[in-house]
């Protein structure tokens, strides 16, 4: 019995190891003999996924819904306490759809209508401050109707209960963390 027995775990162990021919790939998808393997459990995204993943939900009001980009958050250079990030503003409020719908008509194709913008601010963490930098307006299908740069980047003190204080929180909370 016992003779059997080691005859079966050296038949398990090495004929996992014995060498097989493999079918044949096609050219496309052969390697060059290096393995390839994945160890994650999560599944990829798509790069659909990966955009809308990229953008947190933090404030909402008649205007729209605004979110961040939590990639785009980073210490702005040579200055320790200024924080940037990309904001977003989906346009819902009725008022303000119909202002931009006819401030942007001739530019907008027929089909399209006015959806979001994007916006570039930095913050001023130790002293409640921030500006906008760069203001890009886009249409539904993502075309880009307006790009508005900042000549000369002027602070102001963060109101409270706006999207700008909710926004000031994140940006002071990734200060801290850094």
Not at 129 to 145: D, Q, R
Not at 146 to 156: L, S
Request: aromatic share 10%; glycine share 4%; hydrophobic share 45%.
């Amino acid at each position: 019995m016992r003779k059997i027995v080691m005859l079966f775990l050296m038949i398990c162990i090495v004929l996992p190891c014995w060498p097989t021919k493999a079918a044949e790939k096609p050219a496309a998808e052969q390697t060059s003999g290096i393995w390839e393997m994945e160890m994650s459990r999560e599944k990829k995204l798509t790069p659909e996924e990966e955009e809308k993943e990229r953008w947190v939900g933090v404030f909402a009001n008649d205007i729209g819904i605004y979110l961040f980009d939590k990639k785009s958050l980073a210490l702005v250079e040579n200055k320790e306490d200024q924080v940037q990030v990309l904001v977003r503003t989906i346009f819902n409020g009725p008022k303000v759809v119909e202002q931009l719908q006819e401030r942007y008509k001739a530019k907008l194709p027929v089909d399209d209508k006015v959806g979001f913008s994007e916006t570039k601010m930095i913050f001023k963490v130790e002293k409640a401050k921030y500006a906008v930098i760069e203001t890009k307006l886009f249409s539904a299908h993502g075309i880009l109707l307006e790009d508005i740069v900042k000549q000369r980047i002027i602070f102001k003190p963060v109101p409270v209960k706006t999207f700008a204080d909710t926004m000031y929180q994140v940006a002071k909370s990734f200060n801290r963390n850094q």
